[in-house]
T-cell receptor, first 114, second 110 residues
Framework: EPEVTQTPSHQVTQMGQEVILRCVPI?????FYWYRQILGQKVEFLVS????????KSEIFDDQFSVERPDGSNFTLKIRSTKLEDSAMYFC????????????FGEGSWLTVV | GDSVTQMEGPVTLSEEAFLTINCTYT??????LFWYVQYPGEGLQLLLK?????DKGSNKGFEATYRKETTSFHLEKGSVQVSDSAVYFC?????????FGKGTMLLVSP
């Protein structure tokens, strides 16, 4: 069964460093997403991406964050200058055009900022 | 705005016990409702969904019915197994994004 894959599974970075989290969505999907879950808190929406542009973003997704689809398969989340509070599990997700709102998630990338 | 409230965990049960995890929601329109499950060390997996009132979603012995009058989508299973131990997330969607509850950890002992 096709699945969303994410790398790395775990990354430790120093505060102020740039981080890129990578995702390969399911191949025939058209919508891509990033969500995050801070330890002990809710899974929160960050951004959605469709037709090579951001379609929606939350208040969390400020100027420190950016997303890119650099080629036909990858979808990346960049955090420009990490803060301690960026430590979280980041989930990539994708959905096809007619999914009835069903979104398929990857296994997550656990980011620890020290 | 939209929100989802789930019962606090952990829920601790013995194998073959009956499971209920409560979920209620607040939404402005008519959302689709979902249960996602996260097994230890894995990502979020869709367990079941319902897209309109009175629909029942079901999968792997789990069921949930979309109750518009009580704005609820409680998850049930008649007989849990040790392998059902996981974190269960209730979620809703009115557009292309999901709003999640905090998650409920289920621990099933033999």
């Amino acid at each position: 069964e096709p699945e969303v894959t994410q790398t790395p599974s775990h990354q430790v970075t120093q505060m102020g460093q740039e981080v890129i989290l990578r995702c390969v969505p399911i191949s025939n999907h058209l919508y891509f997403y990033w969500y995050r879950q801070i330890l002990g808190q809710k899974v929160e929406f960050l951004v959605s991406f469709y037709n090579n542009e951001i379609s929606e973003k939350s208040e969390i997704f400020d100027d420190q964050f950016s997303v890119e689809r650099p080629d036909g398969s990858n979808f990346t989340l960049k955090i420009r200058s990490t803060k301690l509070e960026d430590s979280a599990m980041y989930f990539c997700a994708s959905s096809p055009l007619d999914s009835g709102n069903t979104i398929y998630f990857g296994e997550g990338s656990w980011l620890t900022v020290v | 705005g939209d929100s989802v409230t789930q019962m606090e965990g952990p829920v601790t049960l013995s194998e073959e016990a009956f499971l209920t995890i409560n979920c209620t929601y607040t939404a402005t329109g008519y959302p689709s409702l979902f249960w996602y499950v996260q097994y230890p060390g894995e990502g979020l997996q869709l367990l079941l969904k319902a897209t309109k009132a009175d629909d029942k979603g079901s999968n792997k012995g789990f069921e949930a019915t979309y109750r518009k009058e009580t704005t609820s989508f409680h998850l049930e299973k008649g007989s849990v197994q040790v392998s059902d131990s996981a974190v269960y997330f209730c979620a809703l969607s009115e557009d292309s994004t999901l709003t999640f509850g905090k998650g409920t950890m289920l621990l099933v002992s033999p």
